[in-house]
Structures are given as C-alpha cells and as structure tokens.
C-alpha cells in the first residue's frame, strides 16, 4: 500500500509544480500589455480560480507569490526591498476568500453543469473592489520616506481607487468571459455552433471600426470624449445581437482595448466615466444572454423574416426607380 500512495503523492506533486509553471508563464505573458487603467492580472486570478479545481490552490498561491514577487524585485532599487517583499503579497488569497463568499450565497454552476456567467461576473466585480483595498495597503511602506507618509499615501490611495476597481474589473471582463465560454463549447462540443461568421464579423467588420474610431477620435474636447465613449460601445451591443454571449464574449475586449488605446490619460475623470459606461454595457451584454440559446435573428421568426425581406425588396425597388429617374434627367438635354 505504501507504493500506490508514494506514486499517486508523487503525480499529485508533478501536477501541482505544473500548474505554477503555466501560471507563471501566463502571467508573465500578459503582465506586461497592463496599463493603469487595464490590469490584466485581476483577470489570470479569477480565471484560475473558476477553472482549476481547489486541490490545486496552493500551487496558485505559490505561483502568485513567485509572479509577483519576480515582477517586484525588479523595480526594488526604485521602491526599495521591504516595498519589494510586501507588494509580492499573494493577492488570490484575497480572491480564494472572496470566492467562497460568493459561492456560499450563489450557485457556481446551473443544471447542466456549466458556469453560471452571473456568479463569474459577481466574483470578479467583488474581487475589483476587494484587491485594490489590499494592493494599496501593501504599497504604503514605499510611502516610508516621504516627510507625511500617511498623509501622501491615503491622498494617493483615495484617488487611485475608483480608477482601479475599474481597471481590475475591465482586466476580468477582456478574458474570463470569453474563456467561460469557451470552456462551456468543448465540455459540451456543440459542433452545430458556428463560429466561422462570429470570427469574419470581428476580423471584418469590428477590428476596422474600431480602428477607425481610434483613429480620428479626440478625447480632448467633453464632445469628442463622449462620442469616442459611445462610439467605442457599439460593437459590444451589435456583437451581442447578432451572436448572443459568444459575441459579447469577443466584442468586449475588442472595445475595452479600443478604450485603453483611446483614453490615455488615467487622471482624467472622463477616462472614469468612459471606464464605467463600458464596464456596464458588457456586463450587461453577458448577463442578459445565454450561451446555450440560438441566436436571436430574423431567421428564428419566419414571418418577421418574410416582412424583413418584402420590406428590403421594396427598399432596393424604390432606390432602384429614383436612381434610374435621376440618369434620365441628367441624360436628357
């Protein structure tokens, strides 16, 4: 009896030591496209802590504590060594806490036995508001050599945290729901599931719109700020109608990379409330849809397609007619 359980302690080991190398490796794969107002690590923990199974966590909490405290040493001649060490605090237990907080009160996975996309989201919005209370808590001993430090690292604190709750959870939303759902298509393998028009109309039709807005949007004036902020919006709510979850999975982080790129400036209370705006719209683009239903187009209703199609017939008719009218007219001495 000895041996099989020597042999199944020593698989367990090599699947934990496996789980921080792949932790590790993501995190310093995506780590470094974080800004200020988009924190991609926010969105490694609440994934890892949906997808991997709990006899896995304390490889999490040591993968965590090995990401950051890598990431920390390197900035330790700015900060100092003590900020270096405190900072490498390993935050997913703060998340690990509130995951089972959440779980306690609400269901992790409905009848069928997939994630519940409205538990993933109240998660990662609780562990948004949590992490930066624990994150700033962490930073004060860089505050250390500052004549007042209190004084400088509350003022800090105070008007950095708004900015970060959004930015922890807009980290989450770019990929933990497109991952929920991915993860929900190859349980099930729901091959009648298309993904082919999803990808050509975010290849397409999404990135170039988005590229355009980028492009020529000017944040600088409130009009210009509020028509890239709605302007940016668009393609999560046309992605959802037209492909349900799976498109709000994928048009949200298009549209949040838009907004990164576009509002630049994170003092900028107007890079806030663009923030906010598209944080809400995503969120509710995932929680009013299911993966599992068909997609909600004329095709699904015969008689508003049949309407559809007579009222595009007598459209392009009518076009037809006036465009011919006006050759005539021009070619006629």
Not at 315 to 331: H, I, K, Q, Y
């Amino acid at each position: 009896m000895t041996e099989p359980f020597t042999r199944r302690r020593r698989v367990a080991f090599r699947d934990q030591l496996v789980v921080v190398a792949a932790y590790v490796a993501i995190y310093h794969l995506l780590e470094p496209f974080s800004v200020s107002q988009w924190v991609i690590p926010s969105a490694i923990r609440v994934g890892a802590l949906l997808l991997v199974p709990r006899r896995y966590w304390f490889a999490l909490v040591v993968a965590d504590t090995l990401a950051l405290l890598d990431k920390n040493l390197v900035n330790a001649h700015r900060f100092g060594l003590p900020w270096a060490l405190t900072s490498s605090f390993p935050f997913i237990l703060i998340c690990m806490t509130v995951f089972r907080v959440v779980t306690r009160h609400m269901p992790l996975h409905d009848s069928k036995g997939d994630m519940r996309m409205t538990t993933a989201l109240v998660l990662a919005l609780a562990c948004s508001v949590v992490t930066p209370i624990f994150t700033a808590a962490a930073a004060f001993v860089a505050y250390l050599s500052y004549p007042d430090p209190l004084y400088a690292w509350s003022t800090d604190a105070m008007t950095g945290y708004p900015l970060f709750v959004f930015a922890y959870y807009l980290g989450t939303l770019t990929i933990v729901p497109l991952a929920l759902v991915l993860r929900e298509y190859i349980r099930h393998r729901r091959r009648k599931i298309q993904w082919l028009p999803l990808i050509l109309d975010a290849v397409f039709l999404v990135v170039p719109y988005l590229s355009i807005i980028v492009a020529g949007a000017s944040t600088e004036m409130p009009a210009g700020s509020v028509f890239a902020q709605l302007a940016i919006t668009l393609p999560v709510i046309s992605m959802t109608a037209a492909h349900g979850k799976r498109g709000a999975s994928v048009g949200g982080p298009l549209s949040i990379i838009a907004m990164v790129v576009t509002f630049t400036n994170d003092t900028d209370p107007r890079t806030l409330g663009a923030e906010g705006f598209l944080a809400l719209v995503i969120t509710a683009a995932l929680v009013s849809t299911e993966p599992s239903r068909p997609v909600r187009t004329f095709s699904a209703h015969p008689e508003i397609r049949v309407r559809f199609d007579r009222a595009s017939f007598y459209f392009e008719r009518g076009v037809a007619t006036v465009w011919t009218r006006l050759r005539r007219s021009t070619e006629s001495p």
